[in-house]
């Protein structure tokens, strides 16, 4: 068999061959493109959650503990900063790959600061030596000169101070100043002179240099009445050797900042590894802390559930491809069935044909699928992990040799005659009766096996998993095609009794439909496209729910305590509708009585609210935050409290706050003992932290405003017109906390933390818009948009497989005086039922889906812990039934264009067979 003769055959019978090229090309994109596409996503995506967060949450961070480092000796600071590359040489390889900038710095403790600049009206100061590797190179001196760099010394201690500092003092460039460590009794000890030579400017604020506490860059203000100013002076080795040989405490710091630009997603398990290891391993004589293992591990599990979602998308996508390569492969033996019977009629035997089908398709389907190798090998990737994954090697093996081996595949399949092909039932045959049984308890069996082992994370691609949709879609399939005729046979025999026969002769046609295999294609390309949507919508609305549980408003503000009279001012703020305060109080235990006895339920986040006023600020927001009417009931003896699980068994186990009140237990708010009783029990609650098991929540008192000790808020709920101005907002929360501070409730307290303003659409951007969200919207839009257009495809082949016995009906109607509008309406209504029964069977298996596999698909990962729910939005319905329509249009689209071409309607004549 020559290879000219094959290409002619291969020429001869070029749209067949082209269209199987077409897929397999395809398939090999998918294979190949898609994990290039996804490494690069997941790339992108864990160094931009990395790079998100401050750079002290990526630090490595070693302390020499009070005995662990000896200073004194001349040259010992020198000696201990050549540990910082020690230290790095010894971690594993993953987090040593991973590290960027370093740093050594040594600490002395806290002396009192005194000079003639220092008068007492600036109060009180305390200085802390310090001296840092890269110091220099950091910095710009504004004036005078690095310690160190003089011939002479001008003190035992030179010092160089920020800008700001320095005019805080009043120093300048050679200030001397007095420093002395302090008992507790007051007395000075081992005091020295301080010599002031330098001024500098930070090159860059915001470098990791500046990033140890207290900071070098400014005065750290008191932390009460009557307390000192704290300052950092930057200074020599010699001048912090002097300091420790005379007795000042040391402390030296080891920092390693990891770089989010070397993260990779394939080494994410290893670097987790990594930092156990070095925890485990710490030298002797230091601390080891970090805190980047935490947002790792987190982006880790997101990922591999983000796989998995994507290994299940990419599976029904390519198992739709592979059936329509094999629908390809049918259509083009049965239009070449002639062939082959004459070939046989010659002598030929079962192997000849089966030689004949695969020298053509070894011509043609190894090198389409080798363009899509290529073309697939252009798609980006992520610039650290490399080029495309070996994974993707073997699949794409595998859908070459089944393409190849498609058509003669079908050759040998196709052993049919030339009977009565139109009577032919879908539902008939013992054969594939057992098929369809066998199907259906392979996807059952599947199902509960992958429900009762549950998602196996951290590994290759489970099997199991990513072919149980599969199995399920093509059961549901097969059910739904033996199922549809018999109400159309009703249908049939009430149209049959009606005038006309365009209706009896659609139905009675769209019964004895024999395309089974291209709608079991349609099937599964539309629940695969459904699939996508219906997670996709779950995953949104579980966002939203996550964020309404944080921010159950347009803007939360949170802070320590505010003035009454805060509330008011921020509801005067321009396009504020309606405010509420809450009161938060972490870590309350619950007393047996007004006197405080202890009660023995242990400790709650204890939470107070207006309920009336919270409800209105979620309505106003447009969220849907319920308040339980138990928190309005009867105050008169004792407050209605909803109860976590956990707080709620504690109070049973110790008989408090019992329902009806008989003995109700006792928390303390801002000195006030308020008695409750549980009215309720839920297991979360809006504004309560993420993570909190056990809390409780009440109503706000009616406590009198002159009272021993008036509630004030801690927070408030702010619903608003239209986009809140966070500025606004936060200088009015920061009013309100100054004058509660100066109002004379609080005495001699610490300087409280500045307000934080967070609201609804900046959370739900955040949440929405960091790690693995682009691998997430590039699979769905694979799955949605690829099961769309193939679903498409598949239709088109169901028509066609069906267009010769129609076109044989339409000449012998045409005989008998059926109008082409007649015949329109007869091709509607036998195509209608196919179209709407595939089309609504696959969104059906696509919406449910979820709901069977959300247990194991892990997609709690991607909404910060919120289960999901399966979410159908109107969005959803509305594309399934335009995509109804559409295919319906297709499908009669498709009709018209192959008998105008064909020309059968009007060549054949009544009785021939083709």
Same mark, same amino acid.
């Given at each position: 068999m020559?290879v000219l003769a094959?290409?002619r055959r291969?020429?001869a019978?070029g749209g067949?061959?082209?269209?199987l090229?077409?897929l397999?090309?395809?398939?090999?994109?998918?294979v190949?493109?898609?994990?290039?596409m996804?490494?690069r996503?997941?790339?992108q995506? +864990?160094r931009t959650?990395?790079? @998100?967060? #401050?750079?002290?949450?990526?630090d490595l961070?070693y302390?020499?503990?009070?005995?662990?480092?000896?200073?004194?000796?001349a040259?010992?600071?020198?000696?201990?900063q050549?540990e910082?590359d020690t230290l790095a040489?010894?971690?594993p390889d993953a987090v040593?790959e991973?590290l960027?900038?370093r740093?050594? $710095?040594? @600490?002395t403790a806290?002396?009192r600061?005194?000079?003639?600049?220092?008068?007492?009206?600036k109060?009180l100061? @305390? +200085?802390?030596l310090?001296t840092?590797?890269g110091?220099?190179?950091a910095a710009?001196?504004v004036?005078?000169?690095?310690p160190?760099? &003089?011939a002479e010394r001008?003190a035992?201690?030179?010092?160089?101070l920020?800008e700001?500092?320095a005019?805080?003092?009043?120093?300048?460039?050679g200030?001397r100043?007095?420093a002395?460590?302090?008992?507790?009794?007051g007395?000075?000890?081992a005091? =020295?002179?301080?010599a002031?030579v330098?001024?500098?400017?930070?090159?860059?604020?915001?470098g990791?240099?500046?990033?140890?506490l207290?900071?070098?860059?400014?005065l750290?203000?008191p932390?009460?009445?009557?307390e000192?100013?704290q300052?950092?002076?930057l200074t020599?080795p010699?001048?912090l050797?002097?300091?420790a040989?005379?007795?000042w405490?040391?402390?030296?710091?080891?920092?390693y900042r990891?770089?989010p630009g070397r993260?990779?997603p394939?080494r994410l398990?290893a670097?987790?590894a990594?930092?156990?290891?070095?925890?485990r391993?710490?030298?002797a004589?230091l601390?080891?802390t970090q805190?980047?293992?935490i947002?790792?591990?987190?982006?880790a599990a997101a990922?591999?559930a983000?796989?998995t979602?994507?290994?299940?998308i990419?599976a029904?996508v390519l198992?739709?491809l592979?059936g329509?390569?094999?629908l390809?492969?049918?259509?083009?033996v049965?239009?070449?069935?002639?062939e082959y019977?004459?070939?046989?009629?010659r002598g030929?035997s079962? =192997?000849t044909?089966?030689?004949?089908?695969?020298a053509e398709?070894?011509?043609?389907?190894?090198?389409?699928?080798g363009v899509?190798?290529? +073309?697939?090998?252009?798609?980006? =990737?992520?610039?650290i992990?490399?080029? $495309?994954? &070996? &994974?993707?090697?073997?699949?794409?093996v595998v859908?070459t040799v089944?393409?190849?081996?498609?058509?003669?595949?079908?050759?040998l399949?196709?052993?049919?005659?030339n009977?009565?092909?139109?009577l032919f039932?879908? &539902?008939?045959?013992s054969?594939?009766?057992t098929?369809?049984?066998?199907?259906?308890g392979l996807a059952?069996?599947?199902?509960?096996l992958?429900r009762?082992?549950?998602?196996a994370l951290?590994?290759?691609v489970?099997?199991?998993?990513v072919s149980?949709p599969?199995l399920?879609?093509?059961a549901?399939?097969m059910?739904?095609?033996?199922?549809?005729p018999?109400p159309l046979?009703?249908v049939?025999?009430?149209?049959g009794?009606?005038?006309?026969?365009?209706?009896?002769?659609?139905t009675a046609?769209?019964a004895?439909a024999g395309?089974?295999?291209?709608?079991?294609?349609?099937?599964?390309a539309?629940?695969t496209?459904?699939?996508c949507g219906?997670?996709?919508?779950?995953?949104?609305?579980?966002?939203?729910?996550?964020?309404t549980r944080?921010?159950?408003?347009d803007?939360?503000?949170?802070?320590e305590?505010?003035?009454?009279d805060?509330?008011?001012?921020?509801?005067?703020? #321009?396009?504020?509708?309606?405010v509420?305060?809450v009161?938060a109080e972490?870590?309350?235990?619950?007393?047996?009585?007004?006197?405080?006895r #202890?009660g023995?339920?242990?400790?709650a986040?204890?939470?107070?609210?207006?309920?009336?006023g919270?409800a209105e600020?979620a309505r106003?927001?447009?969220l849907?935050?319920?308040v339980?009417g138990a928190l309005?009931?009867?105050?008169?003896?004792s407050?209605?409290?909803?109860?976590?699980?956990?707080?709620?068994?504690?109070? =049973?186990?110790?008989a408090l706050?019992?329902?009806a009140?008989?003995?109700?237990?006792?928390? @303390?708010v801002q000195?006030?003992?308020l008695p409750?009783?549980?009215?309720g029990?839920?297991?979360?609650f809006?504004?309560?932290p993420?993570?909190?098991?056990?809390?409780?929540v009440l109503?706000?008192?009616?406590?009198?405003?002159d009272?021993p000790?008036?509630?004030v808020p801690?927070?408030?709920?702010l619903?608003?017109?239209?986009?809140?101005?966070?500025a606004?907002?936060?200088r009015?929360?920061?009013?309100?906390?100054d004058?509660?501070?100066?109002?004379?409730?609080?005495?001699a307290?610490r300087?409280p933390?500045?307000?934080?303003?967070?609201?609804?659409?900046?959370?739900?951007?955040?949440l929405g818009?960091?790690?693995?969200?682009?691998l +997430?919207?590039?699979?769905?839009a694979?799955g949605?948009?690829g099961?769309a257009?193939l679903?498409?495809?598949?239709?088109a082949?169901a028509?066609?497989?069906?267009?010769?016995?129609?076109?044989?009906?339409l000449?012998r109607?045409?005989?008998?005086?059926?109008?082409r509008?007649?015949w329109?309406?007869?091709?509607?209504?036998?195509l209608?039922?196919?179209v709407?029964?595939?089309?609504?069977?696959?969104?059906a298996?696509?919406?449910?889906l979820?709901v069977?596999?959300?247990?194991?698909l892990?997609l709690?990962?991607?909404?910060?812990?919120?289960p999901?729910?399966?979410?159908?939005?109107?969005g959803?319905?509305a594309?399934?039934?335009?995509l109804a329509?559409l295919?319906?249009?297709?499908?009669?689209a498709?009709e018209?264009v192959?008998?105008?071409?064909?020309?059968?309607?009007?060549?054949?004549?009544?009785?021939?067979?083709?």
């Amino acid at each position: 068999m020559s290879v000219l003769a094959v290409a002619r055959r291969v020429r001869a019978h070029g749209g067949h061959f082209l269209l199987l090229a077409v897929l397999v090309l395809v398939t090999a994109v998918l294979v190949t493109g898609v994990p290039r596409m996804a490494e690069r996503l997941a790339g992108q995506g +864990l160094r931009t959650q990395l790079a @998100d967060l #401050p750079g002290v949450r990526r630090d490595l961070h070693y302390t020499s503990t009070a005995d662990g480092r000896s200073y004194g000796s001349a040259g010992s600071t020198e000696l201990h900063q050549r540990e910082l590359d020690t230290l790095a040489a010894a971690m594993p390889d993953a987090v040593r790959e991973v590290l960027a900038e370093r740093w050594y $710095t040594a @600490d002395t403790a806290f002396s009192r600061l005194t000079g003639p600049e220092l008068t007492g009206d600036k109060g009180l100061f @305390d +200085l802390r030596l310090r001296t840092a590797t890269g110091l220099t190179e950091a910095a710009t001196l504004v004036e005078g000169r690095w310690p160190g760099q &003089a011939a002479e010394r001008a003190a035992a201690v030179e010092v160089v101070l920020a800008e700001p500092v320095a005019r805080a003092l009043g120093v300048r460039a050679g200030s001397r100043l007095r420093a002395a460590l302090r008992t507790p009794g007051g007395d000075e000890v081992a005091a =020295t002179g301080v010599a002031v030579v330098g001024v500098f400017r930070p090159t860059d604020p915001a470098g990791g240099l500046w990033d140890a506490l207290p900071s070098a860059l400014r005065l750290t203000p008191p932390v009460g009445e009557g307390e000192p100013f704290q300052l950092i002076g930057l200074t020599d080795p010699a001048s912090l050797d002097d300091r420790a040989a005379a007795g000042w405490p040391v402390v030296a710091a080891y920092r390693y900042r990891l770089d989010p630009g070397r993260l990779a997603p394939g080494r994410l398990d290893a670097l987790v590894a990594g930092l156990a290891e070095v925890e485990r391993r710490k030298p002797a004589g230091l601390e080891f802390t970090q805190g980047v293992d935490i947002p790792l591990r987190q982006y880790a599990a997101a990922l591999a559930a983000a796989r998995t979602l994507l290994a299940v998308i990419t599976a029904g996508v390519l198992a739709t491809l592979a059936g329509l390569a094999v629908l390809a492969a049918r259509l083009a033996v049965r239009r070449r069935r002639d062939e082959y019977q004459l070939l046989r009629a010659r002598g030929g035997s079962v =192997t000849t044909l089966l030689r004949r089908g695969l020298a053509e398709s070894v011509l043609v389907v190894p090198a389409a699928a080798g363009v899509g190798w290529l +073309l697939g090998g252009l798609f980006p =990737t992520d610039p650290i992990a490399g080029g $495309t994954p &070996a &994974a993707a090697v073997r699949p794409a093996v595998v859908a070459t040799v089944l393409a190849t081996v498609a058509l003669p595949a079908m050759v040998l399949a196709d052993r049919r005659g030339n009977g009565r092909r139109d009577l032919f039932r879908s &539902a008939g045959g013992s054969g594939r009766l057992t098929v369809d049984v066998t199907l259906v308890g392979l996807a059952g069996l599947g199902a509960f096996l992958l429900r009762r082992r549950g998602l196996a994370l951290g590994g290759p691609v489970d099997p199991l998993l990513v072919s149980v949709p599969v199995l399920l879609a093509v059961a549901a399939a097969m059910l739904a095609l033996r199922a549809y005729p018999w109400p159309l046979r009703l249908v049939n025999r009430w149209s049959g009794r009606a005038r006309g026969a365009v209706a009896f002769l659609g139905t009675a046609r769209a019964a004895r439909a024999g395309a089974v295999a291209p709608l079991v294609v349609v099937v599964l390309a539309v629940a695969t496209a459904a699939f996508c949507g219906a997670v996709a919508g779950g995953i949104e609305h579980g966002r939203d729910r996550a964020v309404t549980r944080a921010v159950p408003a347009d803007a939360v503000v949170a802070g320590e305590r505010f003035a009454p009279d805060t509330a008011a001012a921020l509801a005067a703020l #321009p396009g504020v509708r309606a405010v509420s305060s809450v009161l938060a109080e972490p870590g309350q235990r619950p007393y047996a009585d007004v006197q405080g006895r #202890p009660g023995g339920a242990g400790e709650a986040y204890v939470l107070l609210v207006e309920p009336a006023g919270f409800a209105e600020v979620a309505r106003r927001s447009g969220l849907d935050v319920a308040v339980p009417g138990a928190l309005r009931g009867d105050r008169a003896a004792s407050l209605p409290a909803l109860a976590s699980p956990e707080v709620a068994a504690a109070l =049973t186990e110790t008989a408090l706050a019992d329902p009806a009140g008989r003995r109700p237990g006792w928390v @303390d708010v801002q000195g006030n003992r308020l008695p409750f009783r549980v009215a309720g029990t839920v297991r979360h609650f809006p504004l309560v932290p993420a993570g909190t098991d056990r809390f409780l929540v009440l109503p706000w008192p009616a406590l009198p405003a002159d009272g021993p000790h008036p509630l004030v808020p801690t927070g408030f709920l702010l619903a608003a017109g239209g986009p809140v101005d966070p500025a606004a907002v936060t200088r009015v929360a920061e009013e309100g906390q100054d004058r509660y501070q100066r109002s004379g409730v609080v005495s001699a307290g610490r300087r409280p933390v500045p307000p934080t303003v967070t609201t609804w659409t900046a959370e739900r951007n955040r949440l929405g818009g960091s790690g693995v969200n682009g691998l +997430l919207v590039f699979g769905f839009a694979t799955g949605g948009v690829g099961g769309a257009v193939l679903g498409l495809l598949a239709l088109a082949f169901a028509v066609l497989a069906g267009a010769r016995g129609r076109a044989q009906v339409l000449s012998r109607l045409r005989t008998m005086g059926l109008s082409r509008r007649q015949w329109r309406g007869l091709l509607l209504v036998e195509l209608l039922p196919l179209v709407l029964v595939s089309v609504l069977t696959g969104a059906a298996v696509g919406v449910l889906l979820p709901v069977l596999l959300n247990p194991v698909l892990g997609l709690s990962a991607f909404t910060g812990g919120v289960p999901v729910t399966v979410h159908v939005a109107p969005g959803l319905l509305a594309g399934v039934l335009g995509l109804a329509v559409l295919a319906l249009a297709f499908a009669l689209a498709v009709e018209a264009v192959n008998n105008r071409r064909m020309r059968l309607g009007e060549v054949l004549r009544l009785g021939e067979e083709s």
